[in-house]
């Protein structure tokens, strides 16, 4: 093994791809030959390294971005690492041995690691007793290790190749083209007889690529570049002449999509005569962006790693959804995109707003397929694989309803649990992983747990997702959601990027200063605070944010119905902000009773409880009834937060890293959240009114 690896050395060395030890002959073998070639290396004891590393210290982490991975990049700065003594005991073992995965995924490193069997790096993870939530964690780990295997290690002793390598070598074969074993090595040539598909391509600009070339009938060749780091590539680097084509490729492609490698050249026969594009692609695709900032275009055109937005309110969230998309069609046709978000409003808006933006572009997209629902997405995986979950047909959803087989009925944590379920056949998992290129996830903070493993199922160990969320933001916690997911990004990405958007460009100074001074109050939160992006004069006698308590609930009532009247009479829109459904009914009542006419006509207004009101934007917004025991509400602080039957658990596995002083979950901190939602809805003007005890948020 180690002799084929290095007759294949200068392939196998400008991919950096590894190779597995198996033996200390092997090892020694392996040394002898990278100090005869003069090549940086490192032999690293995972054991050791545990032990220098913060990870393993009593010093745990008492906030997001401080998490003890740094050192990584210390130890691995050799360009071959030999990984010794692996073996992973606990969460914390695992949670490092991913990190070294990711990191060798996104650098010019060779992983070398020395194992008992051929078997042993896919079991590594195997050796520690995981409780479930532990497990599926780890579930995420592995795809990222089994993508890592298949494009960078080599383990087969009579293999030279990776395995996405070898397979995509078999199907071009398969196609009737001989691979040309002495040709693997580097392509650095520009043949006179090719011609660039599109004007203003570069050739030379991927020259010195590893590459794979194979001579079919009339001496036709394919030559593959292959990329050595996951990366997206444009089409447009692709190239065909009378007598040869080039294509730039990816491991990305590799993996999941050899297919579309294969269909380029199954229509080689129809295009030597006359050239023609080899993706069948149209024109690279045009479209005038909104007006964005420095920060929002820096995370639109970053495509190969995954990153993490934190947007805060108003901070043009949508937006930065909307105009990536965009950006990516220049990539991957539209439906190979998934974008998945909270509601169908937020999926209707970015459609909508990406189909109008696409339009001035010149480009019509008739029908976006997967811009959806996060259990709208969901619902149609069950529909496609219901057979493989025991249901005669399609089952039915019901809010509230238990799974029946026999009925055919399911709930949204059913849902849930199916997919889980369906995703433990890993050639499901590959089939619909193959399906998308890119993820884009909205609304992150307020996914559940469970959601967020069958997404990063989903993206299986690409690690090219974007999430989009806020931690302030998080509200949903009663009914699930984990903004542990957010705040513990840096452990499943170590390498994935972090872009925060602070400017408000909804509200004035004064309201966003007052939610800068609530969001203070959270202990375990993204080190940031709103900015206001200029432009709003405010007198200084103006007064924003009107606090009015009354002595009765009738006189606040009709306060608010008279000032609601005079607002809406100006051509304002306005919200009405409750805590509760119950507030939500007697106001609709109210208003109906006192104004029937006002009440007929929804354009201009808004009364709901603040859960329902995310995502919304007034000109004016009343919060009503900001009591203590209503605003924190008594009974959400009494019950135990994260308790639900979609999860069971109390605390997310990653919380073993907190300080102990540190409660990411807090309910009280949730109720904070919900305050700062209400307050930040408001473009203009805020009135929170009480008529009991003060809520001790406005101390």
Known sequence: MINL????????????????????????????????????????????MKSSLRLYNDNKISCPLNFPLKGIEELFSSKFIILEDLLIENLRDAVLFNAICDFVLHNKIVLCPVISDIFGLQNIYDNFDKNFYEGLIIDIFKLRLRFLMATRIIFNKSGKFVWAVTYIIKKIKGLGFNFIENGTGTCNETPSVLRPLRSGSNLQSSSGSPCLKFIGKDNFTIMLRIHPLKKIIAVKDEFIGDSKIILNISFNVLYFNPGEIINKIKIFPFIIRGIKNVSNNKKAVKFKYDKLSKIQDISIKELNLAHLVIAGAGSGKTRLIVNKFLYLMNFMSPGEILVLTYTNNAANEIKNRVGRLALKGNINIKKILNITTYHSFFYSIIREYYLELGFKSVPLVKEQACENIKTGFISYDDMILNVLKLFKNKDIVYDIASRFKYILVDEYQDLDFLSDIIIKKIDSGRGITMYAGDDDQSIYGFNGGDCANLLFFDLFYPSGKLFIMQYNYRSNSKIINFCNSLLNNINFRFPKKMIESGGKLILPDENVIDIIGFESKNSEERFIIGQFNLHLAKGENIGVLVRTQKEEDNFKKILKEINPEGYANFKNWFIGTIHKSKGMEFDTVFIVNVNNGNIPHLKSLMQAYGKNKKTGNLNHPFQVFLYNGINGNSAYEDEIKLFYVAVSRAKKKVFITYSGKKSEFLA
């Open 5 to 48: 690896y290095f007759k294949n050395f200068n392939f196998n060395l400008s991919n950096f791809t590894g190779i597995a030890i198996f033996s200390g002959d092997e090892k020694k073998s392996f040394i002898k030959n990278l100090k005869n070639l003069e090549l940086d290396y490192n032999v690293i004891s995972f054991i050791k």
